[in-house]
């Protein structure tokens, strides 16, 4: 039998998960709480639990903070994070602080069940749709081939921010109104960076940008 103890303040949330666990043969619902302080209360009263779901957001003491307390004082017990935060930063948090799993709120029933038992074999867990989303960004990380192209080649944060409007498709008058600067000292930066870059012309300028991460 899994045990679970539940952290999630929002009672419709929290009832609909424990209904929902409840309906699992192999997993009881051993306690629920509206914080981290109320798990900690619940495990040092002699309450056992296998795993932790605790949302990210909860007053008093959230979900890192309780990961990180269960960790040091609880190190067997695996922790996993609901949140409806999709940032890959809330992401890397979480596991830093000792998760063994990230789900958004959104999950599925049986992908909730499933990274339960699937973090009980001391394997990480991250949620279908957070897995997709990092994988199509992994996608767009610049090809090591093409970022060597960059090899001794330095940009200031004013050529930065003048590449980033110039991709944009913002003209050198509109550029110039949002900088606070001339038109005709646009034109020159921006010929400037097509010579730094070698670039033939504004287009492969845009797409050496791109490619080289320099821009999104």
């Known amino acids: ?24 043969p192999d ?18 009263s002699g309450t056992h639990a296998d795993v932790i779901l605790a949302d990210m957001n909860m007053p008093g003491m959230g979900g890192l903070e309780l990961t990180e307390s269960i960790k040091e004082q609880y190190p067997n017990c695996k922790v996993i994070i609901l949140s409806a935060l999709d940032h890959e930063k809330y992401v890397i948090k979480a596991f830093q602080a000792g998760a063994t799993g990230y789900l958004l709120k959104s999950v599925t029933a049986d992908e909730l069940v499933f990274s339960i038992k699937h973090t009980l074999l001391d394997n990480l867990y991250i949620c279908s749709e957070l897995t997709s989303k990092f994988l199509k960004r992994l996608l767009t990380i610049p090809d090591p081939e093409a970022i060597h192209e960059l090899d001794g080649m330095e940009f200031s944060l004013k050529e930065i921010e003048v590449l980033g409007l110039i991709s944009e498709g913002y003209t050198n008058q509109e550029i110039a109104d949002k900088l606070f600067s001339s038109k005709r000292t646009i034109e020159g930066q921006r010929q400037a960076l097509i010579d730094k870059t070698g670039a033939r012309n504004t287009a492969a300028l845009v797409r050496f940008a791109i490619i080289n991460g320099i821009v999104n």
């Open 1 to 24: 039998m899994i045990n679970i103890v539940l952290a999630e303040d929002h009672n419709i949330v929290r009832n609909g998960i424990v209904s929902l666990l409840e309906k699992e």
């Open 27 to 44: 997993i009881r619902v051993a306690g629920a709480a509206t914080n981290g302080h109320e798990v900690l209360n619940l495990l040092q």
